[in-house]
């Protein structure tokens, strides 16, 4: 059947040989906390805040790093080609408790053991959320100093724990901020504690470290923030437009209902040269349901193929379902992302952007049509097959296996 597929999509001047090297190299930066519903391994962990949230209590929530490491790997060997893992610094690994100000790169050294183990790349986050020292909703943006400045030593060891993974691990790692400051009813003043966040942005980024790429994720709102939010798309992109190296990242929950960021993809290339993404599925609100192979996964996929952007936009998952199998929820996730990065790739993007240029919009309309025609299954099914994973259904069977043997022993 692929044979068959190779030479109907050699027909359209598609190399399915070349696709399918591609793909193989494509990383996705999966996300550790859908494995253990954003808790993390701090000594006196709390409750999760910040204004996001998970719902469900499906059994066998990964507790301790063994057991999240044991879970990833396991979902990792069920989903084909390049994977990252993209940590949290709320992932510590250490005997004692040390609080977000006091973290070092020795607090990671099993993950950085582990990644190597697993040719796997690292990216990480500053966990400025789920914490006593978040007074009122706010972290950089506090009217109080001492709120901003323990906030500022925690991104600043943030982005060392990065560099050394990019060190150590030898690509790149992306060290992504996201703060969860906003405000719950109609604020007085919106440009002072912006202001404030600006500043504290900078002495964040004051030091430079070789092999991070430094992010700042933008959002609309929050659960009990819903009036406010200081670190909003404009405030970000401004901020990254005018820093060189601090990139703006698009997560695809973080926008107004209708705004997908398929559509702001090609308007950050023509400013930046990375663009680092949260992709996530939103159903009437930030949700973070797994990602399904639904038509905006398609087209954000469609915007970095066609835009030749695969070394550019930087593909990292964000979504934690605590109401279903949480392997689950990372192998068809990931595996969504994956597919819909091959289907980009198997489209006659030439011919239609000719098409476009050219002006002939009644053959591109009938031509993209025909694209949804042609046989992408069959070249996922090839992905799978050249790194031994079975084309069917039975991969769920072993991880209902995992679930009763393992996940289901766990209190
Ligand atoms: C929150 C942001 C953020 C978090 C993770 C856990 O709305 O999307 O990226 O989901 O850092
Ligand atoms: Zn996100």
Same mark, same amino acid.
């Given at each position: 059947?692929?044979?068959?597929?190779?030479?109907?999509?050699?027909?359209?001047?598609?190399?399915?040989?070349?696709?399918?090297?591609?793909?193989?190299?494509?990383?996705?930066?999966?996300?550790?906390?859908?494995?253990?519903?954003?808790?993390?391994?701090?000594?006196?962990?709390?409750?999760?805040?910040?204004?996001?949230?998970?719902?469900?209590?499906?059994?066998?929530?990964?507790?301790?790093?063994?057991?999240?490491?044991?879970?990833?790997?396991?979902?990792?060997?069920?989903?084909?080609?390049?994977?990252?893992?993209?940590?949290?610094?709320?992932?510590?690994?250490?005997?004692?408790?040390?609080?977000?100000?006091?973290?070092?790169?020795?607090?990671?050294?099993?993950?950085?053991?582990?990644?190597?183990?697993?040719?796997?790349?690292?990216?990480?986050?500053?966990?400025?959320?789920?914490?006593?020292?978040?007074?009122?909703?706010?972290?950089?943006? @506090?009217?109080?100093?001492? &709120?901003? =400045?323990?906030?500022?030593? !925690?991104?600043? /060891? *943030?982005? $060392?724990?990065?560099?050394?993974?990019?060190?150590?691990?030898?690509?790149?790692?992306?060290?992504?901020?996201?703060?969860?400051?906003?405000?719950?009813?109609?604020?007085?003043?919106?440009?002072?504690?912006?202001?404030?966040?600006?500043?504290?942005?900078?002495?964040?980024?004051?030091?430079?470290?070789?092999?991070?790429?430094?992010?700042?994720?933008?959002?609309?709102?929050?659960?009990?923030?819903?009036?406010?939010?200081?670190?909003?798309?404009?405030?970000?992109?401004?901020?990254?437009?005018?820093?060189?190296?601090?990139?703006?990242?698009?997560?695809?929950?973080?926008?107004?209902?209708?705004?997908?960021?398929?559509?702001?993809? @090609?308007?950050?290339?023509? &400013?930046? =040269?990375?663009?680092?993404? !949260?992709?996530? /599925? *939103?159903? $009437?609100?930030?949700?973070?349901?797994?990602?399904?192979?639904?038509?905006?996964?398609?087209?954000?996929?469609?915007?970095?193929?066609?835009?030749?952007?695969?070394?550019?936009?930087?593909?990292?998952?964000?979504?934690?379902?605590?109401?279903?199998?949480?392997?689950?929820?990372?192998?068809?996730?990931?595996?969504?992302?994956?597919?819909?990065?091959?289907?980009?790739?198997?489209?006659?993007?030439?011919?239609?952007?000719?098409?476009?240029?050219?002006?002939?919009?009644?053959?591109?309309?009938?031509?993209?049509?025909?694209?949804?025609?042609?046989?992408?299954?069959?070249?996922?099914?090839?992905?799978?097959?050249?790194?031994?994973? @079975?084309?069917?259904?039975?991969?769920? =069977?072993?991880?209902?296996?995992?679930?009763?043997?393992?996940?289901?022993?766990?209190?």
């Amino acid at each position: 059947m692929y044979s068959e597929a190779k030479e109907i999509y050699a027909r359209y001047g598609i190399d399915t040989e070349k696709v399918l090297a591609q793909l193989a190299k494509v990383p996705v930066s999966i996300n550790c906390w859908q494995g253990d519903d954003v808790i993390g391994f701090e000594k006196n962990a709390g409750p999760l805040t910040g204004g996001i949230q998970t719902t469900g209590n499906y059994p066998g929530r990964a507790r301790n790093p063994q057991e999240l490491m044991n879970d990833f790997t396991f979902a990792s060997s069920l989903i084909p080609g390049a994977k990252r893992l993209n940590l949290h610094a709320s992932y510590l690994i250490s005997d004692r408790p040390k609080d977000r100000n006091e973290i070092t790169e020795e607090d990671f050294r099993p993950w950085i053991d582990y990644a190597k183990a697993h040719g796997l790349g690292l990216d990480f986050n500053p966990t400025c959320f789920s914490h006593p020292m978040v007074v009122n909703n706010l972290t950089l943006s @506090s009217p109080h100093k001492e &709120v901003r =400045d323990f906030w500022i030593e !925690h991104c600043r /060891r *943030s982005r $060392r724990i990065a560099g050394c993974f990019a060190k150590e691990l030898g690509t790149y790692s992306v060290c992504n901020l996201w703060i969860p400051d906003g405000f719950k009813d109609t604020p007085a003043d919106r440009l002072s504690p912006r202001l404030r966040l600006e500043d504290s942005l900078n002495q964040i980024f004051e030091e430079k470290i070789d092999g991070v790429i430094d992010s700042v994720e933008s959002k609309v709102f929050g659960i009990g923030v819903e009036s406010f939010t200081v670190g909003s798309s404009e405030f970000y992109l401004g901020y990254a437009a005018r820093h060189k190296g601090v990139y703006q990242l698009l997560d695809s929950g973080h926008y107004h209902p209708t705004e997908m960021i398929s559509e702001k993809i @090609s308007a950050l290339l023509t &400013v930046f =040269d990375r663009i680092p993404l !949260h992709v996530t /599925r *939103s159903v $009437r609100w930030d949700s973070d349901h797994v990602v399904r192979l639904d038509d905006e996964l398609k087209e954000i996929a469609k915007e970095i193929v066609r835009n030749d952007a695969l070394d550019k936009v930087l593909v990292g998952l964000d979504f934690f379902d605590a109401s279903i199998n949480r392997i689950v929820a990372w192998v068809v996730g990931t595996r969504n992302m994956k597919k819909a990065l091959l289907m980009a790739m198997l489209e006659d993007n030439r011919t239609m952007k000719e098409d476009q240029e050219a002006e002939n919009y009644t053959h591109l309309f009938a031509y993209s049509e025909q694209m949804k025609n042609l046989p992408w299954q069959e070249v996922w099914n090839e992905a799978l097959r050249r790194e031994n994973l @079975s084309t069917d259904f039975s991969w769920f =069977d072993e991880v209902m296996k995992y679930e009763k043997d393992v996940l289901s022993k766990r209190s």
